[in-house]
């Protein structure tokens, strides 16, 4: 009977060793370092005749000492020299207008509406295309007939007027530019009202990456 205790016990003390026992594996760990996450951009400089790749550029368009029919032409050129691709551009414009009113106040008061814009163009968008007497871009088109609705666009007109949505953008990395032309032209009825009056124009170029904004 002592035998038979005992040798059970042994086999108890057997099982509780091995219940208890803690194996060995093997393992290898490794980490993935140096893990940097870094936002792109999207910045837009412009050029004219005389500025280069710059933030904004000034006086574009400059004609101090216009007479009737003497016309005024300038270009700004848009690159991306960001590392992101656009979706498009907007070209906005608002009219600062200083009149002298000499020498008859009252008379053509505003020489933006004087000033009329005979070539306007993005890339390969002529602005001032027209279908069956309409202007081919809505912008346009509803800057025309919140004005006169003559079929010409004058300063006055583009005070105030965003054109959207347009899908020529310069590429990134600088790859491409595009180009805006204008060129205003005093009309030759403007009346004796307008001399020595100017308007300052600023036009507002705005590179968007994507089509919501």
Known sequence: ??????????????????????????????????????????????????ETDQDGVTASWSNTNMAPDDTCVGWVDLKNVGT??????EISFANTVDNVTYPTPGDDTDISDSLIVTVMSYGATDFLAQTGGDFDNADIEAADNAGNGD????LDELD????????????????SVVRFDM???????TGDGNQGDSVTTVITFTLNQDVSQ
């Open 1 to 50: 009977m002592k035998k038979i205790l005992g040798l059970t016990i042994a086999i108890v003390l057997i099982i509780g060793a091995v219940a208890g026992a803690t194996w060995a594996y093997f393992s290898d760990t490794e980490a993935s370092s140096g893990n940097v996450f870094t936002a792109g951009t999207l910045t837009l400089k412009l050029t004219d005749s005389d």
């Open 84 to 89: 992101i691709g656009a979706d498009h551009v």
């Open 151 to 154: 079929g010409t666009i004058t």
């Open 160 to 175: 105030g007027v965003t054109i959207a949505n347009l899908t020529e953008v310069p590429l990134a990395n600088g790859a």
């Open 183 to 189: 060129t205003v032209q005093l009309d030759s009825n």
